[in-house]
């Protein structure tokens, strides 16, 4: 009876180790299939030229920015020596994810620590890098609050789409460079318009096409372009400091003719965002931009 107890209690030796084996070959299999998908990625990265249809189209939701963010702070909190690497912030994060996501960040995930740090010391000596990384920063480190205000219970409010690269006609067949912030009410000098960054003031006054008009270059080198004016805010002129949430002025329908020319459309802001290049300034999507601050919004103050 003991010998047969045994006998069904012998361990079949052979066996295990071939399921071991085999366990131990898929695991190391995967983990080099991870390893080589994300070195072909790399590559392909570093030898890639930027593709500046899509860079200007700035596709990117709040929650992947966040995750973004998130990311950094962990290996700034993980690693002290890192500190020591020009690239390994925020904006250095977010252009190697662009980068690798191919300029759309709403279809794809944000790459992990790991991917990142396996691929940023490479990725960052390439020019491509360096010249979207300085786009970046002038576009995402000085946002803080969306252009218009709440108005307290006000039921019109405002909104806005995704007119990039809509056509227009006025002064010829050509794209809109924008996105336009409708008032609700389509009452001129009703909507207070608000500085999204600090900056100086660099542009005032009349523009054929944009009416009347305020440009802000951020700190950071961006250039923001607010169009359609109704009226300045008193005192501000080219040269002023602002801050990000000063009033600027009311939204209008000012443009499409001589100064002074109102009328020829319903009431609205017109946001262009610029980066300058080598030979000239860059304009973007803001759409995507307006969408991450909906939840910056300010109580009006004037």
């Known amino acids: 009876m003991v010998d047969s107890v045994m006998k069904r209690l012998r361990i079949n030796w052979p066996g295990i180790c071939c399921i071991t084996i085999l366990s131990l070959s898929v695991i190391v299999t995967s983990k ?10 790399i590559r392909d ?5 930027i593709n500046y249809y899509e860079f200007r189209n700035i596709r990117i939701d709040k929650a992947k920015l966040d995750k973004v963010q998130e990311y950094t702070h962990n290996l700034l909190m993980s690693y002290d020596y890192i500190e020591s690497h020009p690239y390994i912030d925020e904006t250095g994060y977010l252009t190697y994810a662009m980068m690798l996501s191919e300029y759309n960040m709403l279809d794809n995930a944000v790459p992990n620590e790991k991917l990142f740090l396996r691929g940023i010391g490479r990725v960052s000596k390439t020019n491509a890098f360096l010249e979207l990384y300085s786009y970046y920063k002038g576009i995402f480190s000085d946002i803080r609050y969306f252009p218009i205000p709440l108005m307290g ?11 990039w690269n809509a056509r227009r006609s006025y002064g010829g067949n050509r794209k809109h460079e924008g ?11 009703y909507f207070p318009i608000i500085s999204i960054t600090d900056g100086i003031v660099e542009k005032m006054g009349w523009l054929e096409q944009g009416g009347y008009r305020i440009g802000i270059r ?24 602002v801050t990000a949430g000063q009033l600027l002025g009311f939204m209008g329908d000012s443009g499409y003719g001589s100064e002074g020319t109102i009328g020829q459309f ?4 017109h946001l262009g965002i610029y980066v300058p290049s080598e030979s000239c300034e860059i304009s973007v ?10 939840n910056c919004r300010t109580q009006p103050v004037y």
């Open 45 to 49: 990265v570093i030898l890639r030229d």
């Open 32 to 41: 080099c299939m991870v390893l080589i998908r994300s070195e072909l990625l």
């Open 266 to 269: 319903d009431v609205h802001l």
């Open 218 to 241: 951020s700190k950071a080198g961006a250039y923001f372009y607010y169009a359609h004016l109704d009226t300045y805010a008193p005192e501000l002129k080219i040269g002023d400091s």
């Open 285 to 294: 999507n803001p759409y995507w931009i307006l969408r991450i601050l909906e």
């Open 153 to 163: 219970k006000d039921a019109h409010g405002v909104s806005y789409e995704d007119s």
């Open 179 to 189: 996105t336009d912030i409708m008032a609700g009410n389509n009452i001129r000098g």
